[in-house]
């Protein structure tokens, strides 16, 4: 399991060191190359996503005792994540307001406003897209509580049924004892019932002895 999530890790940094150098080299390329540049980059941000998906899946199967660590460490990449895709929007923006000049010229200058406007509006969904993902964050940590809670339930419902078997056991072993020894009480009784009846019979046949003695005289 976390040979697999460290395998992961690694595919996810290399994945994400070559995507910051792309970003960075998008704005001195040329227009032919920067528009492959930024496909090229589309396409690793998405196999990156892929990445962060398949190590959260890892990490909800680590067992609970061990989850912090790589949960912190799945925040880490998340918020990595989110840096690279608010550079390549900027990065984007500044391409398409470069193509749109070269389009128009001395024209293009006028844009100033439409382009702060739209930063703005590139700010205002980042701060969504960061209040998305901290609200997506509490859920899964609200169900990492909730399994954790349900396991130490299952685990406390073992031990009762547990302690329930052996008291059955117990009862059960007590109830043999108890057959057993008024079963030794019983033959004890019958052996002291036996020796008096003996002792009787013995006690009778002497005084017969004697009284037949002392007639025979």
């Given at each position: 399991m976390s040979s697999d999530f460290e395998g992961f890790e690694q595919d996810f940094a290399v994945l994400t060191a070559?995507?910051?150098?792309?970003?960075a080299r998008v704005p001195r390329l040329p227009p032919d190359e920067k528009k492959q540049m930024v496909a090229n980059v589309e396409k690793q941000l998405e196999e990156a996503k892929e990445l962060l998906e398949q190590m959260d899946l890892e990490v909800r199967e680590i067992p609970p005792q061990s989850r912090g660590m790589y949960s912190n460490r799945m925040r880490?990449?998340?918020?990595?994540?989110?840096?690279?895709?608010?550079?390549?929007?900027?990065?984007?923006?500044?391409y398409s307001d470069e193509v749109r000049n070269e389009l128009l010229?001395?024209?293009g200058n006028s844009s100033e406003s439409q382009r702060a406007h739209l930063l703005d509006n590139t700010e205002r969904l980042e701060r969504s897209s960061r209040r998305l993902e901290a609200g997506y964050q509490i859920a899964v940590e609200t169900e990492q509580i909730g399994q954790e809670m349900l396991e130490n339930l299952s685990h406390d419902r073992e031990k009762i049924q547990r302690a329930r078997e052996r008291l059955r056991e117990t009862d059960a072993n007590l109830g043999k004892s108890s057959r057993v020894l008024t079963g030794m009480l019983r033959r004890i009784i019958q052996n002291r019932v036996l020796v008096v009846v003996l002792a009787v019979i013995l006690v009778i046949t002497i005084l017969m002895a004697i009284t037949f003695s002392i007639r025979g005289h």
């Open positions: 070559e995507i910051t150098s792309k970003i880490s990449y998340k918020q990595e994540m989110g840096k690279l895709e608010t550079d390549f929007k900027r990065s984007r923006i500044a010229g001395d024209d």
